[in-house]
T-cell receptor, first 113, second 111 residues
């Protein structure tokens, strides 16, 4: 089992460029999440999905879009990158609602110049 | 509003010394509480979790945490710290699909 994987690991963008981050999980989890991590702020939820074809906004959704076309994949898109989106992005997945334990990917470090 | 507070931004302990990392939460009902550890450049790994029952929970790597409802706390402890424990630790609360992370406590271990 690879668990939760993220691609790419690193990316540098110029302001206004677009990109998509890919998250994949092989644990057959229903729920998937995208977070951003900034110094001194812990992780903040951007968007999440409770199943294939469904998405919902988290705490900091502005400037991001997501799609969950397949159960195992959760895509995070930046349509027009801004320097404020420089961050480390983590994807996570979880199965049973009762446990709510989330399994995290290794992260993507994004720099927007 | 729900919140998780980790009052210590960083802590330094000597190898072999005991460790306690503090966490306070704000939530009306019994929360689901977790401690995660993040090594430099890595993702987050679950150390332990509390949902109900025994208020002292054991985790991996020799860690334990105690849930105290009266103090709204869920402090993480380890009796003897190893150099490999140097990392950032996050206290996390979930309710529904709302997950709240504390700001984290960075642990430094000195020889």
């Amino acid at each position: 089992n690879a668990g939760v994987t993220q691609t790419p690991k690193f990316r540098v963008l110029k302001t206004g460029q677009s990109m998509t981050l890919l998250c994949a999980q092989d644990m057959n989890h229903e729920y998937m999440y995208w977070y951003r991590q900034d110094p001194g702020m812990g992780l903040r939820l951007i968007h999440y999905s409770v199943g294939e074809g469904t998405t919902a906004k988290g705490e900091v959704p502005d400037g991001y879009n997501v799609s969950r076309l397949k159960k195992q994949n959760f895509l995070l898109g930046l349509e027009s990158a801004a320097p404020s989106q420089t961050s480390v992005y983590f994807c996570a997945s979880s199965d049973r609602v009762r446990d709510r334990e989330q399994f995290f990917g290794p992260g993507t470090r994004l720099t927007v110049l | 509003a729900q919140s998780v507070t980790q009052p210590d931004i960083h802590i330094t302990v000597s190898e072999g010394a005991s460790l306690e990392l503090r966490c306070n939460y704000s939530y009306g009902a019994t929360p689901y509480l977790f401690w995660y550890v993040q090594s430099p450049g890595q993702g987050l790994q679950l150390l332990l979790k509390y949902f109900s029952g025994d208020t002292l929970v054991q985790g991996i790597k020799g860690f334990e945490a105690e849930f105290k409802r009266s103090q709204s706390s869920f402090n993480l402890r380890k009796p003897s710290v190893h150099w490999s424990d140097a990392a950032e630790y996050f206290c996390v609360h979930t309710g529904g699909f709302k997950t709240i992370f504390g700001a984290g406590t960075r642990l430094f271990v000195k020889a």
